[in-house]
């Protein structure tokens, strides 16, 4: 899994609650569990004006101009400004795949769904919670100022404007110290490897009849 430490992103938003995760990645595209290859069709029922298939070329489906992402000033965002209730819906763990496939390090609402939430973590996107009022001057603010760009340091759990203002943020400990040190649920087995193997040998020699086919 990819470190988070700092980054310094362009913010896209999302003016819409409830976002469930088959609008973040519609389920037709749940056919594979590479956790790459998503990013063409985060949104897809947003994104494009027809309807998408998997394995389709989609550099020749037509745009909806309407929809965020496809604007020219957020190409690039790495930053994604929700609303309430982001990520709810199925517990598919492909909606942090879509999501971290397209681009999209970070997502800021005032609130997730409880699994999406988890599962983000996990895989590498630092999801942050603010009150509705903060959120919503945010959305203001990269409205109206093309370009708007967030400076997000998890270590010190501070966004900083690009006025220079400084908000502040809460993350769990361990989920913190996970993104930190890029560690998923096999980095972090893997960093009892020692043990595991110290185990296995005192396992191997009280109990040798267990092993006499290996």
Not at 7 to 27: E, W, Y
Not at 39 to 61: A, I, K, M, T, W
Not at 104 to 109: M, P
Not at 183 to 211: K, M, V, Y
Request: aromatic share 10%; proline share 6%.
């Amino acid at each position: 899994m990819k470190k988070f430490e700092h980054l310094q992103g362009l913010v896209a938003p999302l003016d819409r609650a409830n976002v469930d995760t088959d609008l973040i990645i519609p389920k037709q595209f749940l056919k594979s569990i590479k956790r790459t290859g998503f990013g063409p069709n985060l949104f897809d029922e947003l994104r494009y004006l027809d309807e998408g298939y998997p394995g389709q070329d989609v550099s020749s489906r037509p745009l909806n101009p309407d929809f965020v992402l496809n604007q020219p000033r957020y190409r690039g965002a790495q930053v994604l400004l929700a609303r309430r209730n982001f990520g709810c819906g199925s517990s598919r763990e492909h909606a942090p795949w879509a999501l971290d496939d397209f681009g999209f390090r970070v997502v800021i609402a005032p609130s997730f769904a409880d699994i999406f939430y988890n599962n983000s973590f996990k895989n590498g996107i630092l999801l942050i919670t603010l009150d509705e009022e903060t959120v919503e001057r945010l959305f203001q603010e990269t409205e109206a100022s093309e370009g708007y760009r967030l400076d997000v340091d998890l270590e010190r759990q501070q966004l900083t404007t690009p006025s220079g203002e400084t908000i502040t943020f809460e993350v769990d400990p361990f989920r913190k110290h996970c993104l930190l040190e890029g560690l998923d649920d096999i980095g972090l087995t893997l960093e009892q490897a020692g043990s595991i193997r110290d185990f296995e040998q005192r396992h191997r020699q009280a109990q040798p009849w267990l092993f006499r086919d290996a």
